[in-house]
């Protein structure tokens, strides 16, 4: 019962949207966020301290156990396709669609569609799944950018209250997924640490209920 368990969080919004859950459940940070350079900061609860690292690497700390768990949005995990964590709970935070987006009709003529994403796997799936050949791009930012100027046909990216799309003059065309950011495990500390566990994991589940 006296094993120590770190928490994985997203920086950027999810970070925004889970400080105040972990307030309530008396794991606030010891250490203002904003301004430390801490990277591995204790919390009020003496067995719990917390990571704060980019979300594409949320899966990968918990994955090797470097994190006990997790706090990343469900796209980041889709996208990592990390299927060795245990996907506990949706916490209901940071809530977005993933779709495509583009044009209303986009043209391709006789070459492949070309879709650009930082989506690149989740995309590839999508696709295949509808039978259709697309030739995926790469990026790591500014989705809307690139049909505008011909980089590419459509984009897959999250959409939340649609402004973005609509301030470049494109729309949402599909949806691929709901998003909202979950709380993930490592298989190995839900057995090692099963007590400290429980304990964490039930807080999560009665602040969400409560
Ligand atoms: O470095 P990078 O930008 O990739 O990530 P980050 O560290 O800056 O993270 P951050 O803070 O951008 O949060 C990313 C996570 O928040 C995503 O993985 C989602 O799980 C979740 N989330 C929820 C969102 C949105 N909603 C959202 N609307 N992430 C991004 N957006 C962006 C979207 O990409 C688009 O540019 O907001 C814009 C769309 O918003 P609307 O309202 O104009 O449609
Ligand atoms: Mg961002």
Same mark, same amino acid.
């Given at each position: 019962?006296? %094993? +120590?368990?770190? $928490?994985?969080?997203?920086?950027? /919004?999810?970070?925004?949207?889970?400080?105040?859950?972990?307030?309530?459940?008396?794991?606030?940070? &010891?250490?203002?966020?904003?301004?430390? /350079?801490?990277? &591995?900061? %204790?919390?009020?609860?003496?067995?719990?301290?917390? #990571?704060?690292? /980019?979300?594409?690497?949320?899966? @990968?700390?918990?994955?090797?156990?470097? !994190?006990?768990?997790?706090?990343?949005?469900?796209? #980041?995990?889709?996208?990592?396709?990390?299927?060795?964590?245990?996907?506990?709970? %949706?916490?209901?935070?940071?809530?977005?669609?993933?779709?495509? !987006?583009?044009?209303?009709?986009?043209?391709?003529? !006789?070459?492949?569609?070309? #879709?650009?994403?930082?989506?690149?796997?989740?995309?590839?799936?999508? *696709?295949?799944?509808?039978?259709? =050949?697309?030739? $995926?791009? +790469?990026?790591?930012?500014?989705?809307?950018?690139?049909?505008?100027?011909? &980089?590419?046909?459509? $984009?897959? %990216?999250?959409?939340?209250?649609?402004?973005?799309?609509?301030?470049?003059?494109?729309?949402?065309?599909?949806?691929?997924?709901? $998003?909202?950011? /979950?709380?993930?495990?490592?298989? !190995?500390?839900?057995?090692? +640490? *099963?007590?400290?566990? =429980?304990? #964490?994991?039930? =807080? *999560?589940? =009665?602040?969400? @209920?409560?």
């Amino acid at each position: 019962m006296n %094993d +120590k368990i770190t $928490i994985a969080i997203s920086k950027g /919004r999810i970070l925004a949207d889970t400080l105040p859950v972990l307030e309530k459940m008396g794991m606030a940070p &010891l250490e203002d966020l904003d301004t430390t /350079r801490k990277l &591995l900061i %204790d919390t009020e609860h003496p067995q719990v301290r917390v #990571v704060v690292v /980019r979300a594409t690497d949320v899966p @990968t700390y918990v994955q090797y156990g470097a !994190a006990d768990l997790g706090i990343a949005g469900k796209d #980041v995990l889709m996208e990592s396709g990390s299927e060795s964590l245990y996907e506990l709970m %949706d916490l209901d935070i940071c809530k977005c669609k993933l779709m495509v !987006a583009g044009y209303k009709e986009p043209k391709h003529g !006789a070459r492949r569609m070309r #879709v650009a994403t930082k989506y690149v796997h989740v995309a590839q799936e999508y *696709f295949a799944q509808q039978g259709k =050949q697309v030739e $995926i791009i +790469k990026l790591y930012g500014s989705m809307e950018l690139a049909p505008m100027t011909d &980089l590419a046909d459509i $984009i897959v %990216d999250l959409v939340d209250t649609g402004n973005t799309l609509r301030a470049n003059g494109l729309e949402p065309l599909e949806h691929i997924a709901d $998003i909202s950011s /979950r709380l993930v495990a490592n298989k !190995a500390s839900m057995k090692v +640490k *099963f007590d400290t566990m =429980q304990t #964490v994991v039930e =807080q *999560f589940r =009665q602040h969400l @209920t409560a």
